[in-house]
């Protein structure tokens, strides 16, 4: 073969090896996922939302071909790890399982936090609603009350006398007491704790008269006959405690207050990402291993819901504690 001619084919087929390599990345771009799924959660292992998290992780994740390894990066009541995730690449590689309390609750009572939670300008893709966590209602043996009517009876009969314990200020569980006080227009004092299971042993003496708890944490106590229990904070009934009425129930049509969680992604994520997600946690939580591990945590699985409908979610939630905060004059102080 002529000099001249073994050069255009060398040019030629360098051409084509060239326009074929520039092909290869949006091939392997199509073929999500490709490796790992990291799914932060902002707050310390061992938690609620932690082991929520973990259950439905290795579900989806066996169901997408792909670890989705949960990463606990904790701190600042969970704006640490959100903040994290809203600054990551928008491929589908970096999720968060958000609260209440990071996306409802938070943004405001920290207006300057590092990201915008809701609305147009948020910088979260919602991905899906995945469980609700409904909490109790609990006051010492010694309360002569026995059931939440009797309770607002008797708190109104002696305004200023009675108190309330909290997980600390501008927490969900102060939220969900000072809703109860607004409705009911009852003067009980709060007393914030480092969390509710600090608040038991007082409650139990009869130190403290009432707390809206967490049912894992709640509940056992109620069992042992330590502490009485009035009502569930959930629209239904719950499976663990079914002879226990929802507040609705007890006296308060209209009173209903969980704490929800949902994952996210980054602004931006691309729809058909988003859209599998979506699928594979709704159908995480619909298997029955996860939702016997839900159980235990006091979580219910949420319903089948898209992206679109997890919002509304937290955008109704979002206004119902915004107008509690501000009217009630909660802070983190």
Do not use: C
């Not at 996922?33 to 992780?57: E, W, Y």
């Not at 043996?141 to 305004?159: F, Q, S, W, Y």
Request: no cysteine.
């Amino acid at each position: 073969m002529p000099l001249s001619s073994r050069r255009r084919l060398l040019v030629s087929t360098a051409a084509a090896l060239a326009a074929t390599a520039g092909a290869w990345p949006v091939r392997a771009q199509s073929a999500w996922p490709a490796k790992p799924i990291r799914l932060v959660v902002p707050f310390p292992p061992g938690g609620a939302t932690d082991l929520l998290a973990r259950a439905i992780a290795q579900r989806a994740g066996t169901s997408l071909g792909q670890n989705i390894v949960v990463d606990n990066r904790a701190g600042a009541g969970g704006s640490l790890g959100s903040a994290e995730v809203a600054k990551a690449a928008p491929d589908g590689y970096t999720l968060l399982i958000a609260t209440s309390s990071t996306h409802a609750i938070g943004p405001h009572l920290n207006p300057n936090l590092p990201y915008k939670a809701t609305g147009p300008e948020s910088d979260f893709t919602p991905m899906a609603h995945v469980a609700d966590a409904a909490a109790i209602v609990l006051v010492p043996n010694t309360l002569p009350v026995a059931n939440l009517r009797e309770l607002i009876a008797h708190a109104k009969a002696r305004p200023g006398q009675l108190n309330y314990a909290s997980s600390g200020n501008g927490t969900i569980v102060q939220l969900m007491a000072e809703d109860f006080k607004a409705r009911t227009g009852l003067f009980i004092t709060h007393i914030p704790y480092r969390g509710t299971a600090l608040a038991i042993p007082d409650l139990v003496s009869g130190k403290v008269h009432l707390l809206f708890d967490s049912l894992v944490t709640g509940l056992p106590h109620v069992k042992d006959g330590k502490l009485k229990a009035l009502a569930v904070t959930s629209r239904a009934r719950t499976p663990l405690a079914p002879d226990l009425p929802t507040m609705a129930e007890a006296g308060m049509p209209g009173y209903e207050a969980t704490t929800w969680f949902g994952i996210y992604g980054p602004k931006g994520l691309p729809a058909d990402i988003t859209a599998k997600l979506n699928a594979e946690f709704n159908a995480a939580v619909r298997s029955a291993d996860v939702r016997e591990r839900l159980a235990r945590l006091g979580a219910d699985p949420a319903p089948p819901n898209t992206p679109a409908q997890f919002a509304a979610i937290v955008a109704a939630d979002s206004a119902r504690w915004a107008q509690i905060i501000r009217e009630r004059r909660i802070t983190l102080e």
